[in-house]
């Protein structure tokens, strides 16, 4: 069963129109990938999915019920959150208070605290920085806040922006592990990277975009093989 | 207006201003001339802190204080003629842009605007408590009631200002250097640019004018105290007309002088009964141009301009990959 | 110009800080307009000419007072000018007029200031405040037992401090000892200054102030419960709008002022008494008015009579307006005011020193004169009743 | 051999109780490129602010060519010929991609014309010129991370400090801006760069400088250092060893 | 040093007038970022509204203060989203946008006001302003007037019941997430425009609570809101910029400089000190006392 269901959206920014028509789908528990050059509208299409930006036409369904149109904070309630890219965190909160704020949500607020120590045993490093205020962490830092800080909605499905970039090889090693363990915790993940081998590598399926439209899909190693793919995407 | 007819429309204004006097002898219109223009002026004069800068000065007034009441002690109490002591006006101003430009431009946004706003304040309350300046009872000059001579000189200070001004802001570097640092201050630092120092220039430059002004307005007017002169009044008038305009250029503040500066002079003369509608009037418009023209008319105008133009394709601007907020539409519509 | 009616421009403050001066002075000039049109006209050499009013917004501000005048004169050609609420604004207009040699009276502007700079051209109906303090001084120590201390706080303003320094030249004169002499900024909370001034516990305070401030001013000393024996403001206390506003709490505080609506005047022209006038007032404005009124609609009056004498018909041309302020310089003239009389020369030059002034107390709400002894209509309440035993 | 262009003696910077870097040594030959990686907060980019004068280093001191800078204000260096790049890209949005070169073109010509002339030779460097009209808030990631490298080329400096200019590239993107690199290096250029694009850092720099937790622990070629176990278990991750 | 005590007193008092004028104020600034020019005529719309609802019932107006929260609650809720607009621009510069906007809504309500409500100057009585306590059981020579000690009592109320709002709620977090990143706090189901119209509500019916007991203790007028406008400012710009924390130690300073400086210096310089005083503590501290302004 579809959790996501995308169905031929488009969205205009004044009179440049940045995405044409895409549809597609995120079945429940799978870790769908989006890939793509810059610009090609993969932000737009995940500010889109959770109402941050209206849409031209086309329907989104989330979990069979029709989220277009709808105002981000109801879409995030359904259980669908985001991860955005540059990590918008609240920069004179403490680490501590940017997580808590994950936990606005009524649905999330009960368990908040068992989630928090959840978070830091992820991340360690976040509970040794946890009154240091958001706009002193260090890039990594920030990511693993802003991970955190979705994980403390309580998510069933969890979007990350480019979770990689600007990232040490080892913390991306470290986000892309953070990302298949909650894969494999049931939920649902809609990753846009630019890191296409390593995301090739975790996703069960894959999509391609290029210029506001989608221009190929398949599993990762459908897409491994494809040599257009190769060139365009995988470089040296 | 870059091209050679922005520059002949106004030379042609300039031109009609110079005879119109010559034509036309109706003391009165002389007198809502003079003012107008010297609104022109100092709209001008507070946008290259406010809009060129980037620095909101809410006591810009005091600059204009500063000037008349230079000019009163010196014609008055020192008995100077009047062209020694109207340039001295201008120094008095550039002083006090040093003096209190040393801590307050280090301050950012708001905190500037209020700190400058509590600056001419304490100016104002100086005034009214030494005996000098005649405290609260103001101070009156020799009456020199000449509205020629004070219609040419108010049109050639204001002139050679607006020349100065758009020679240093729109020709050479420094106008530009100014509007790095409106943008980012740290960022053009590393630019080779001295913040410190350009919004200091800035800021006397901004002063400069705007005293030499005050110090024409005491002779003329005759009358200074500190609460008309030392007043919101001068602050207020130039915000509005600088935001009405349009900010960051020469035009749009002297284009919202004007129109402001009419508007109020024809409900006045004309509508004076209605003097409560005005304010509610005034309050409105500019609410709502805030709301409609945030570039002001200027801007407004010639963005329409650009967009008209056909060789240039702007490109959309991705997100930032900074913490900052790019504002997004209204959610749902 | 011909006309039949007289073009009078107004000059006053219809907007900006001082916008409640000017609106008094607006309905004293108003009233005097319609008073005189409701009889016809001024009558000039047999013939009855209207008159009508033209006003100039002075926006409380000199520079828009000069312009005012400007185009009062040079584009609606008025005959004459009623002048500004405020000394400031008056000192900017009156260059002006001079120039044109327009006469203009101002009905209120009391500040010494302006006589002092001997404008040829310019009247005032109010005598200047150093002219009426010592007055109310007098009648303070005039009281049994004597007060013999006084404390005087002037607000930072023209008139204000002009106040205060005519009640401290008087008390001096009247050998009060000035426990304290204090000029505050204009509009602020005077209790930290009032809990100073209770420790010395003054017999007498007094104070000069506008309107707001003397609201703030009674309820200050009431707050921290200090009742001098006696407390003395200025002229402001005798609009309805402050007793309106401090209540009960207005009783028994003094003021100075020269006119009030039981005055006893007596007039041929227009308004035949004060309470006439009074009463007049109340009925156009629900307001029985206060003295900056009335001393407009005073200075209609003395316009009036200075042209009837001279002869003057509408458009005057600069001659007849030398000749119309030559008569003014001559009047004397009884009116509902009071004796209208312009110095000309000294330090009161061209200010009406034509009247006597007045102490007044409130006293169950009315304004009742209590000195000098010639005027008096009331005996004196002395010393104050408590606050708290209102 | 000539003195080094750039040496950083021992510096190191605290926040409060937070030693970000710590008592850092290393020195950068002239026409060099050297890359400076190191874990997320490891401290790079304040070591970056602390060379081009955006933090007066809390001990130690920077020498350049020949002269103690430490503490000397961002715009002073940038006279004496250090150009740097900003990891949070920052164009003067306001106005326009050819203004904000321009501007820093204005260092070495003070004319408008001239800096105006050196701005577009610049931008025909980093491939901006068709977008010179263009308000630099409309620029793409990719454009905005080349405004900032053409800002900082236009103060003709002989020393660059790019922060992150290729990080959120994608493969094309960043191989034209390596080009670019490559190509200053090759007009002279001594370039001091952060990245944790492996392949990008691997390949352009002659020196690496490891840091982890403000300190350094590492310093060598590629090879050399990739092959350190400390950096490995620090930075790479088992993956790249 | 006998006056001592009541100098404190006096400034103590004062300064809890000053907490009132900006607390909430400060609030808006730190949520919403627009500096409302227009504080001073909520202030003076609600004095106005109590005046006239005392003058018509007769009751004191200390039993209005929760209707006039509540109506003027519902105007700022419905004013917020224009004001909204304004800021959420994406051309010119926003902050500028929304002091001038604010700017001219302040032009316009004076005008209404002095329409509506004439330019006289008046008082609203209340039964709390007949007394006042006296310390002199315990050897003190000091008089509180009973209005200023509710006005007192009120802005500390006021500020625990913010403080408690933002710092213990979730409410309160929300309304703190949106104050530093819109989009971010709108996926972490913070609902942007409501919660913004609460902010904006709350601070528009505190202001004008704050009007009526202005009104009680001192004075009110159509012009009246200008000096507020002054010193909200001037307390929110010294306690740091949106820190709400700071505003009662800053308002407290303020009010103690005012009222020593009126006993023990030429009262005529205290306005002039408080100015000069707000200077050099910006230039040593810019982002005011504490240095936690945003
Ligand atoms: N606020 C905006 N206004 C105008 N155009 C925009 C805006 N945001 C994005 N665009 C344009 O829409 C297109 C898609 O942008 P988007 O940010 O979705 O791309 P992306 O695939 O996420 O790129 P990147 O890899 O650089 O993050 C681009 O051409 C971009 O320039
Ligand atoms: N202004 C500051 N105040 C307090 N701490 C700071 C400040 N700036 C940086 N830090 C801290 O210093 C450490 C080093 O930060 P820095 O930004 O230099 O790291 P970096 O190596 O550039 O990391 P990244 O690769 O993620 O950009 C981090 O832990 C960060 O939290
Ligand atoms: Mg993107
Ligand atoms: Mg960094």
């Known amino acids: 069963m579809n959790l996501l269901d995308v169905n031929g959206i488009s969205v205009n920014y004044g009179d440049i129109q940045a995405l044409w028509n895409i549809s597609f789908s995120v079945a429940k528990g799978q870790l769908v990938a989006l890939i793509g050059a810059n610009g090609a509208g993969k932000t737009t299409t995940l500010k889109a999915l959770c109402g941050l930006i209206p849409t031209a036409n086309g329907t989104i369904h989330y979990d069979g019920t029709q989220v277009t149109g709808m105002p981000v904070h109801k879409v995030v309630d359904l259980g669908i959150t985001l991860v955005p890219e540059g990590r918008q965190l609240f920069p ?145 | 207006m870059k091209t050679s007819r922005g520059a002949a429309i106004l030379a042609i204004i300039t031109a009609a201003l110079l005879i119109l006097p010559l034509v036309m002898h109706d003391t009165f219109v002389l007198r809502v001339l003079t003012e107008g223009i010297m609104w022109i002026g100092l709209a001008i004069a507070f946008d290259v802190i406010a809009g060129y800068t980037g620095y909101l000065n809410f006591g810009h007034g005091a600059f204009f204080g500063i000037g008349a009441y230079t000019i009163g002690i010196l014609m008055m109490q020192a008995h100077l003629p009047f062209w020694v002591a109207l340039p001295l006006g201008g120094v008095a101003a550039a002083l006090t842009a040093l003096i209190a430009g040393i801590p307050t431009l280090r301050l950012k946004g708001a905190y500037f605007a209020i700190a400058t706003w509590a600056l001419s304040r304490a100016i104002q309350q100086l005034a009214l408590n030494v005996e000098f300046t005649g405290g609260p009872d103001g101070m009156r000059l020799e009456a020199f009631l000449n509205p020629l001579f004070f219609y040419y000189l108010m049109l050639i200070t204001v002139g050679a200002i607006f020349l100065v001004l758009w020679y240093l802001l729109e020709r050479a570097p420094f106008g530009l250097k100014l509007k790095a640092i409106r943008e980012d201050e740290e960022g053009a630092k590393a630019l080779g640019l001295n913040p410190t120092m350009l919004k200091m220039q800035s800021f006397i430059l901004s002063a400069i004018p705007t005293g030499i002004l005050g110090g024409i307005y005491a002779y003329w007017i005759t009358f200074i105290d500190p609460s008309s002169t030392l007043g919101d009044l001068v602050s207020d008038q130039a915000v509005v007309m600088v935001v009405f305009g349009g900010m960051g250029t020469l035009f749009g503040p002297a284009l919202g002088a004007i129109l402001i500066f009419a508007f109020k002079t024809i409900f006045w003369a004309y509508l004076s009964d209605f003097q409560l509608l005005y304010l509610i009037i005034l309050g409105a418009l500019i609410a709502i141009s805030v709301i409609f023209i945030p570039n002001g008319l200027w801007g407004t105008l010639v963005k329409r301009k650009a967009v008209a133009r056909p060789q240039e394709k702007p490109e959309p601007a991705s997100e930032p990959a900074a913490l900052s907020a790019v504002a997004v539409p209204e959610e749902g519509n | 110009e011909q006309r039949n009616f007289y073009k009078i421009g107004v000059i006053t403050e219809l907007s900006g800080d001082l916008v409640t001066g000017g609106n008094i002075t607006k309905r004293g000039y108003d009233l005097w307009a319609q008073e005189v049109n409701a009889k016809g006209g001024i009558e000039v050499q047999g013939k009855k000419y209207q008159v009508k009013l033209v006003y100039a917004d002075a926006q409380s501000n000199p520079a828009a007072g000069a312009a005012a005048a400007e185009r009062l004169i040079t584009q609606e050609k008025v005959d004459f000018i009623l002048g500004p609420y405020s000394s400031g ?302 | 051999m000539t003195e080094p262009i750039l040496k950083v003696n021992s510096v190191t910077k605290c926040f409060g109780g937070l030693t970000a870097v710590d008592d850092v040594s290393f020195s950068v030959e002239k026409g060099e490129i050297v890359g400076l990686i190191g874990p997320n907060g490891a401290g790079k980019t304040t070591l970056f602010n602390v060379i081009s004068g955006y933090y007066a280093p809390t001990k130690g001191s920077v020498v350049f060519q020949g002269n103690d800078i430490s503490g000397k204000p961002p715009y002073h260096l940038a006279g004496v010929g250090i150009g740097r790049t900003f990891q949070v890209v920052k164009p003067f949005a306001g106005l326009t991609v050819l203004e904000n070169v321009t501007i820093a073109s204005f260092l070495k010509h003070p004319k408008k014309a001239d800096a105006e002339r050196h701005a577009w030779q610049v931008l025909e460097t980093t491939g901006l010129a068709d977008r010179a009209h263009l308000s630099a808030a409309g620029l793409t990631l990719a454009g905005r991370k080349r405004l900032e490298i053409s800002k900082a080329l236009a103060l003709d400096p002989s020393f660059l400090l790019l922060d992150e200019v290729v990080a959120g590239l994608n493969p094309t993107e960043a191989d034209r801006t390596v080009e670019l690199i490559m190509k200053l290096k090759a007009q002279g250029l001594t370039i001091l760069i952060v990245e944790h694009i492996m392949r990008v850092i691997m390949n352009i720099s002659d020196r690496l400088v490891v840091l982890n937790f403000g300190k350094k622990i590492a310093e060598g070629t590629p090879a050399e250092v990739s092959s350190d176990p400390h950096v490995v278990q620090a930075y790479f991750g088992e993956e790249a060893a | 040093m006998e006056l001592l005590p009541q100098a404190l007193t006096d400034g103590i008092l004062l300064g809890g007038i000053y907490i009132t004028i900006a607390i909430a104020f400060s609030l808006t600034y730190g949520v919403m970022h627009v500096i409302d020019f227009a504080v001073g005529e909520w202030i003076m719309f609600g004095a106005f509204t109590g ?144 919660t913004g119209s609460y902010v904006y509500g709350i601070y528009v019916g505190i202001s004008a609570m704050t009007g009526v007991l202005l009104g009680c203790i001192l004075s009110i007028g159509a012009q009246m809101g200008n000096e507020y406008t002054i010193f909200a400012f001037f307390v929110v710009v010294l306690a740091g910029m949106g820190y709400l924390a700071g505003v009662p130690w800053a308002a407290l300073l303020l009010g103690l400089v005012q009222s020593i400086f009126m006993i023990y210096f030429n009262p005529s310089h205290t306005l002039l000190a408080v100015f000069v005083i707000l200077y050099i503590i910006l230039l040593i501290s810019p982002r005011g006392l504490f240095g936690k302004g945003v």
């Open chain 1, 92 to 236: 004179k909160m403490t680490v501590e208070e940017n997580l808590l704020v994950g936990a606005y949500l009524k649905r999330a607020h009960g368990k908040r605290q068992q989630t928090l120590k959840r978070i830091y045993e992820i991340f360690p490093r976040l509970e040794e920085r946890r009154t240091q205020t958001a706009e002193t962490l260090s890039g990594g830092e920030q990511q693993m806040v802003a991970i955190g800080r979705a994980l403390m909605q309580d998510p069933q499905v969890i979007m990350f922006d480019e979770p990689s970039l600007g990232l040490a090889p080892i913390m991306v090693q470290e986000v892309f592990k953070v990302i298949q363990e909650l894969h494999k915790a049931g939920l649902t993940i809609f990753l846009v990277e630019q890191n296409v081998h390593q995301t090739l590598k975790v996703a069960d399926y894959c999509y391609v975009m290029e210029n506001g439209r989608i221009v190929g899909q398949g599993t990762g190693t459908d897409l491994e093989a494809d040599a257009s793919i190769r060139e365009a995407y995988l470089g040296f």
């Open chain 3, 89 to 390: 604004v008056t000192l900017a207009v009156a260059p002006v007029v001079d120039k044109y040699k327009v006469p203009m009276i101002t009905g209120s502007a009391e500040s010494p200031l302006i006589w002092k700079n001997k404008f040829k051209y310019t009247f005032g109906t109010i005598p200047p405040i150093n002219f009426t303090g010592a007055t109310s001084i007098k009648t303070l120590t005039e009281l049994k037992p004597a007060p013999k201390t006084i404390a005087i706080i002037g607000s930072n303003d023209a008139f204000s401090k002009a106040t205060a320094e005519a009640y401290k030249s008087a008390a001096e004169k009247a050998k009060l000892k000035i426990v304290k002499f204090s000029i505050v900024p204009s509009g602020q909370d005077m209790t930290p200054l009032l809990s100073a001034v209770r420790s010395m516990k003054p017999d007498v305070i007094a104070f000069g102030g506008h309107d707001e401030e003397h609201v703030k001013f009674v309820k200050a000393l009431k707050q921290i419960g200090y009742t001098p024996k006696a407390l003395l403001m200025h002229c402001g206390i005798t609009d309805k709008a402050f007793t309106d506003a401090v209540g009960k709490d207005g009783e028994q505080i003094f003021g100075t002022t020269c006119w009030t609506g039981t005055a006893k005047t007596k007039s041929k022209v227009l308004w035949p008494t004060a309470s006439a006038y009074a009463a007049a007032s109340q009925k156009a404005f629900k307001n029985p008015g206060d003295y900056t009124q009335g001393g407009c609609s005073a200075a209609g009056i003395a316009f009036q009579t200075a042209l009837q004498k001279v002869g003057a018909k509408p458009g005057m041309d600069e001659a007849m307006r030398a000749k119309l302020v030559q008569a003014l310089e001559q009047i004397d003239v009884q009116t509902f005011y009071g004796r209208v009389k312009f110095a000309t020369s000294g330090e009161f030059y061209h200010a009406n020193v034509g009247l006597d002034p007045l102490t007044i107390q409130i006293q169950n709400g009315q304004i009742k004169t209590v000195g000098p002894k010639a005027s008096v209509e009331a005996a004196a309440q002395y010393p104050m009743k408590e606050w708290k035993s209102r």
């Open chain 5, 51 to 194: 005046y006239y609802l005392n003058k018509w019932t007769g009751l004191d107006p200390f039993i209005f203060l929760p209707v006039i929260f509540v109506i003027y609650f519902g105007v700022g809720y419905l004013v917020q989203p224009v004001i909204h607009r304004v800021l959420s621009g994406t051309k010119g510069n926003p902050f500028l946008m929304g002091l001038v906007f604010t700017f001219g809504l302040a032009i316009m309500f004076r005008g209404l006001a002095l329409t509506a409500f004439g330019f006289y100057s008046n008082s609203i009585p209340s039964a709390f302003s007949e007394g006042s306590f006296n310390l002199e059981s315990i050897g003190l020579t000091v008089t509180i007037p009973t209005v200023r000690l509710m006005g007192l009592a009120y802005a500390v109320a006021i500020t625990l019941i913010l403080h408690y709002l933002l710092k213990k709620t979730n409410f309160g977090l929300g309304v703190r997430a949106l104050a530093q990143h819109k989009d971010a706090a709108g996926l972490m189901g913070v609902n942007a425009k409501r």
